[in-house]
């Protein structure tokens, strides 16, 4: 019972002040500023636009749709 008690205990650390390796660790890539239509066309748009008169800037859609992915959670129970 004690064994539980302590891991949950660790988890919640972990949890709330995140994994060692999430704040040692860089992520490779490049930066990339989005700017123009054109870059923004080569992403997803979901729940916004670009569209005139406001060019070469993403605005809110009028109404929402759902994303294309769903989360499904992984759980034991």
Do not use: K
């Not at 748009?45 to 070469?56: C, F, Q, T």
């Not at 294309?68 to 129970?77: D, E, G, Y």
């Amino acid at each position: 019972m004690r064994r539980f008690a302590l891991l949950g205990l660790l988890i919640a650390a972990i949890a709330i002040i995140g994994a060692p390796a999430a704040w040692s660790v860089p992520v490779p890539g490049t930066n990339v500023l989005y700017t123009l239509d054109a870059q923004f066309d080569q992403g997803t748009l979901v729940n916004v636009n670009h569209d005139a008169p406001r060019n070469n800037q993403l605005q809110l859609n009028a109404t929402t749709s759902t994303f294309p992915f769903i989360w499904v959670a992984l759980s034991v129970r």
